[in-house]
């Protein structure tokens, strides 16, 4: 998928006065009520129906006007920025940026674009789409650059390293012929994936944990960067997932929160955590496929771990409540996180003796 942002001069945006001759002005002061209600927390399932209608209504037409704009690929813009098919009025877009353009120091044309449009006090759609538009500034090719440390080198060759490293180490969960055998599938599964270029289907021959445990275990300098490509039960695609990521020195200092992944779920876990990453309510949206789920999962993720080292947090401890996409969407974002912050997340796992501390994303061991 190809996600093109488009630089926005005359929406008209919200207080111009302008005739809304297109829709555009309508569209996204709907957008950003139901932006503001879903932050805040008291969206329903209609509100955020509204919000993705507004979302797309804008988008389309952006995509229909002639204006300055720029393709990339939409998977590594949404791991730098968490931002895809998302409006951002003029008057917002610079206030996202010092975030941003640190993340993009290795895609010139992508920051270029952001600071220009900004300085010029245009605001920025952000659509996603199979192909890119011929008269794109810049196409995706052109913007290989642009993806995140560990994109780019051929994935047979992470296969094939992959495939050794499965075959000379001890097997993951030894004790535990289950989830060894589940493990040892998934695991083959993205040897031939990324091997034949195939999606790896998500949920159906492993659970959270067995996931969670692989996907940390493929990290590190033994596997070439690379994507493996996911797909949900419901068939739905989400964003590729980065493989052979640096790992971090241990971060210093030990000021620690626990949490639950997601409310909702476990209702005996309340007493032993002290909050949930997520509210069960705005993720388990009925009309979402499992692939905007776990985009979602991604890109509030992504928004909010900075919060935890404004408040000088460096270890968080995430105990799992179960459902897949929001786990890969959470865990796609600590990846992306922690190339730049200094932050431990370890996951527990719930077992009948107890909880079990899982491998920590993404220090050395």
């Not at 879903?38 to 955020?48: F, I, K, M, N, Y």
């Not at 060759?157 to 969960?173: G, Q």
């Amino acid at each position: 998928m190809i996600a093109v942002l488009h630089a926005v001069a005359r929406g008209p945006w919200p207080g111009d006065p302008a005739p809304d001759l297109d829709g555009f002005r309508d569209a996204v002061e709907v957008l950003l009520a139901m932006r503001r209600r879903v932050t805040t927390e008291t969206a329903s399932t209609d509100d955020l129906r509204r919000y993705r209608l507004a979302s797309a209504a804008a988008e389309r037409i952006a995509r229909q006007r002639h204006q300055p704009r720029l393709a990339v690929d939409a998977g590594a813009l949404a791991t730098a920025l968490g931002a895809a098919g998302t409006v951002y009025p003029p008057e917002e877009l610079p206030e996202h940026l010092p975030r941003w353009l640190p993340r993009l120091e290795s895609s010139p044309a992508v920051k270029r674009f952001l600071q220009d449009t900004a300085g010029r006090g245009e605001g920025l759609v952000i659509s996603v789409q199979p192909m890119a538009p011929q008269d794109t500034l810049v196409t995706l090719r052109a913007l290989e650059s642009s993806r995140l440390p560990g994109q780019g080198p051929e994935q047979a060759e992470a296969a094939e390293a992959i495939e050794r490293r499965h075959a000379d180490l001890p097997p993951m969960y030894a004790d535990d012929p289950r989830r060894h055998q589940q493990a040892d599938a998934l695991c083959q599964q993205i040897i031939d994936g990324l091997r034949h270029g195939q999606p790896v289907p998500i949920g159906m021959t492993a659970p959270h944990d067995v996931i969670t445990e692989v996907l940390r275990d493929l990290q590190g300098p033994a596997v070439p960067p690379s994507f493996v490509r996911l797909v949900q039960v419901d068939g739905s695609e989400s964003a590729p997932f980065p493989l052979g990521l640096p790992l971090r020195p241990p971060a210093n200092g030990t000021r620690t929160l626990r949490l639950g992944l997601m409310s909702m779920r476990h209702m005996d876990l309340d007493e032993h955590v002290s909050g949930y990453w997520f509210r069960n309510r705005l993720v388990s949206v009925a009309d979402r496929t499992f692939a905007e789920i776990e985009d979602f999962c991604h890109c509030d993720t992504l928004d909010r771990l900075p919060e935890l080292s404004e408040c000088g947090i460096n270890r968080l401890e995430i105990v799992h409540t179960g459902f897949e996409p929001a786990v890969i969407g959470f865990y796609r974002a600590v990846a992306a996180h922690v190339q730049t912050q200094p932050l431990a997340v370890i996951p527990y796992y719930a077992r009948r003796s107890g909880y079990l501390q899982g491998a920590t994303w993404l220090e050395e061991p």
